[in-house]
């Protein structure tokens, strides 16, 4: 799902890239782009998170998530930082080949995201039955509680 999702999500920004106009024309123009890319966006963040936090020991799970969601972040924050820049220098006759050249940079995010989740499944190691019915050593240190007292001693 996560790889029809970022192709999906690419073909968004080409339909938005082929129609982009300086006159504003939301109805026809952008909002069939959006919808395309909502869906694209659906099927994309939960499949990636899903496959991202599904190996994860439960001992680890909350950390683990934590980090993927960061990752996320900054790759995000990677990716507008980049279309700013790019945004930045707009074209005082024709703005609209400025907005062009940034979506084609999402254009190529969403297909390399794409290109690089398909890698990673195709790779994907298989979990040996002996491994998921490995025992989470319990943990120790100061979180955690005391030993409970045995009865026998207290009499």
């Known amino acids: 799902m996560a790889v029809i999702g970022c192709l999906v999500n690419a073909a968004a920004m080409l339909l938005w890239y082929a129609r982009i106009q300086a006159a504003p024309a939301y109805m026809t123009h952008l909002l069939p782009s959006q919808l395309l890319g ?5 099927l994309t963040i939960p499949a990636l998170l899903g496959a991202g936090s599904a190996s994860l020991p ?3 799970f ?4 934590g980090i993927l969601n960061m990752a996320r972040q900054i790759g995000t924050v990677l990716g507008v930082a980049a279309l700013v820049a790019i945004l930045s220098h707009i074209v005082p ?6 907005f062009r050249h940034g979506l084609i940079l999402i254009v190529a995010l969403f297909t390399g995201a794409g290109l690089v989740a398909a890698a990673m499944l195709t790779a994907r ?4 039955a002996s491994s998921q019915s490995a025992v989470v050593p319990a943990a120790s240190g100061p979180m955690t509680e005391p030993a409970p007292v045995s009865s026998a001693t207290e009499s």
Do not use: L
Request: aromatic share 0%; net charge neutral.
């Open 62 to 65: 909350g950390t683990g998530s």
């Open 38 to 42: 909502g869906a694209g966006v659906g």
């Open 93 to 98: 006759g024709d703005p609209v080949a400025t």
């Open 58 to 60: 439960a001992a680890r």
């Open 125 to 128: 190691p298989s979990v040996a």
